[in-house]
Each structure stands twice: as structure tokens, then as C-alpha cells.
């Protein structure tokens, strides 16, 4: 059995896609509304658990259903990158005492067992593991899905565990996007001070690019949020222009941007590790470079 956790957003073609490739029947376990339902009742999904509809309860107040269903014909889990259904995928999961993968490139089966590969040390190895019980997967999840479907849908009647959102206040900075940017300028400890960081946005600015960060300037300086560094322990992007301004480009960082089309470098040594990984290096200081690049872009616009 192989089954897709949707907790209020359908956004889920990946999750079909990835479990279609099992080969196993595909439930949908869905905590949401009957919007939801009809929505996830998609081709590719041969069934579906609605657990109902939260209120003002979590997501992850339905966590031990999910476990009880999955105890009871066991199988892989897939989840979105979605608020709801993170929580719900690592709650349900320890609930099955399962092991959770965040960064699968390939799983496939192989008999009784669940077969994953995955990069590990910052991409320069890949490792295949072998699950031999329930394992939870949680991908990006993809486009919404919209109906179309003919699964069957039974609705499983529980109440779920006291758990209840008592407030939901928007986040006093917008939220980054540089995971789905065009184009990003990140910014590394080659800048002196938290204080010169308007001119690293004013270049992003007039490249109408998003603001990311090395690790280091989000934990540690902290004068970026979190969600803005980039690297195999934060965010992967993948821009079309990724211009990396005092990076040094260590291996976790470069591991987050292998997907960028190209990337543009400037750092002061000629020999740090992102010259040999970027496109086109700018050799100099980024105090007279970045004036430099952000005049040239704005007299280009
Ligand atoms: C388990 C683990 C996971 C990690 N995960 C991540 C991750 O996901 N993402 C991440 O970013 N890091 C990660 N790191 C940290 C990583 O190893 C590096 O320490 C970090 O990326 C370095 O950040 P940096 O390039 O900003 O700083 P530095 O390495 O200090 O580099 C600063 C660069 O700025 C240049 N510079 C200095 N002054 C100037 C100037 N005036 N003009 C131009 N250039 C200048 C320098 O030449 C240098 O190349 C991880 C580390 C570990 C151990």
C-alpha cells in the first residue's frame, strides 16, 4: 500500500507521480475539507481516507489515526512540503516509530523493501538504503491537484487528539522565495557588517532577484532569517542567475545550488572554492564591485 498525506493543501501531483511508481495501490489520507476531498479525488489515486475535516484542531491532532491506518496495511508515505502535512508526516511517523526521508532522488521497491537513494556528504556521495518497514518520504509536492478521479471515498469518523490552533498571526517579514526564484544574490561572510547588508539588497534589487544567504550569515550572525540560506542543510535553489557576492562556496553551500543555471562569483581570492565551481568570477572587493554591478543594472533597466 502506498499512501499521500494531504492536510488541506491538494497540492500534491508530486506525491502521486512519486507514488505511481511503486506500483501499489494509492490511498490518500486527507484532513481537510470537502474541497479537499474532491480535489485530491484525482487520477492516480485509487482511494481515499478523509479523517475529516480540523477546524480549529491541527494537522497533527490526526497523527495517530494516520499511524493506526498505516499499522494496519503498511506501506510508504509520502507528504508535501506544506505547513500541515510536514507536521503531520513527522508526527505519524513517530507514532510508527518510522524513519523519515527529506531528500530522496530515487525510491523504487524491491520486494518486501522500500529502496532509496539519497546524496550524502554535500552531494559528492550517494548512498542506497533499504527499508524493510513503513517509511515516510516528504517531497516539495508539486502542482494542486483537481479533480477528475473516481476513487472511492470513505470517511473514517475520530476524534482527533487535543490539539488546537489558538492563534495564527502572519510573520512579521515576508516569507522568502528563494527556493522558486528566477534569480537570487546571496550574500557570505565576506560582508564586514549586518549594516552594509542594504548594499547586497540594493543589487538584488536591481536585479530583481531574491536575497539568500550562506549558513553563517543566518545561524551564527543571524542578520538574515533561516529560510533565506542556501546549502544542503537549508535551502535548495535552483534560479536561472545565481550570484554569489563574498561565498566562499564550500561544498554544503554549492551542494543547495546545483541546480542553478548559471552562476556568477564575487569574491576577493581567486582561489576560493567557489572559483572553480562558478560560471564567471569577479575577482575583488565586493565594496567596490557591488556599486559597480548595481549602477550597471540599474542604468541597464
Ligand atoms: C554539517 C554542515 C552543514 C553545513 N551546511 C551549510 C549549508 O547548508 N549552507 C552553507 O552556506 N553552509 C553550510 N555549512 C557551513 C559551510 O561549511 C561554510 O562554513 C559556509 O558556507 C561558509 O560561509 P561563507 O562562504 O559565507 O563564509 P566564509 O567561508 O568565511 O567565506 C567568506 C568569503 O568571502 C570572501 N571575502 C572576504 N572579504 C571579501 C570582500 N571584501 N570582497 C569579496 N569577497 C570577500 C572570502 O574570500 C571568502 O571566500 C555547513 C557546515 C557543516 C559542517
Redesign the pocket.
Known amino acids: 500500500m502506498t499512501y499521500i498525506l494531504v492536510a488541506g493543501n491538494p497540492a500534491v501531483t508530486e506525491l502521486v507521480a512519486a507514488a505511481a511508481k511503486l506500483g501499489s495501490p494509492v490511498t490518500a489520507v486527507v484532513v481537510g475539507s470537502q474541497a479537499v476531498v474532491d480535489a485530491v479525488n484525482a487520477p492516480g489515486v485509487d482511494a481515499i481516507t478523509w479523517l475529516g475535516d480540523p477546524g480549529a484542531a491541527g494537522a497533527e491532532a490526526y497523527a495517530s489515526q494516520v499511524a493506526q491506518l498505516v499499522a494496519a496495511a503498511p506501506g510508504v508515505v509520502f507528504g508535501g512540503r506544506h505547513p500541515g502535512e510536514r507536521v503531520l508526516l513527522g508526527a505519524a511517523a513517530a507514532a510508527l516509530d518510522a524513519p523519515v526521508i527529506t531528500s530522496a532522488s530515487e525510491i523504487a521497491t524491491d520486494g518486501g523493501s522500500t529502496v532509496v537513494t539519497h546524496g550524502v556528504y554535500g552531494g559528492i556521495a550517494v548512498e542506497t538504503l533499504a527499508f524493510s518497514g513503513p517509511v515516510a518520504f516528504l517531497l516539495e509536492g508539486g502542482a494542486p491537484l483537481a479533480g477528475g478521479g473516481s476513487a472511492a471515498v470513505q470517511q473514517v469518523a475520530g476524534a482527533p487528539a487535543g490539539v488546537t490552533v489558538t492563534g495564527l498571526e502572519p510573520p512579521a517579514t515576508k516569507a522568502a522565495n528563494i527556493a522558486g526564484a528566477a534569480r537570487v544574490v546571496g550574500v557570505?561572510?565576506?560582508l564586514k557588517s549586518a549594516d552594509d547588508l542594504p548594499l547586497v539588497q540594493g543589487l538584488a534589487d536591481a536585479f530583481q532577484a531574491e536575497l539568500a544567504c550562506?549558513?553563517?550569515?543566518a545561524e551564527g550572525l543571524e542578520w538574515l532569517p533561516k529560510d533565506r540560506?542556501?546549502?544542503?542543510?537549508?535551502t535548495q535553489i535552483a534560479p536561472d542567475v545565481y550570484l554569489m557576492v563574498?561565498?566562499?562556496g564550500?561544498i554544503?553551500?554549492m551542494g543547495?545550488c546545483k541546480g542553478a543555471k548559471v552562476i556568477v562569483a564575487?569574491?576577493?581570492?581567486k582561489d576560493?572554492p567557489v572559483a572553480s565551481e562558478a560560471d564567471y568570477v569577479l575577482t575583488g572587493?565586493?565594496?567596490a564591485l557591488v556599486p559597480a554591478l548595481t549602477a550597471a543594472l540599474q542604468g541597464a533597466s
Open positions: 557570505g561572510r565576506g550562506s549558513r553563517p550569515v540560506y542556501v546549502g544542503i542543510s537549508g563574498g561565498i566562499s564550500q554544503q553551500h543547495g564575487v569574491n576577493s581570492d576560493a572587493d565586493l565594496y
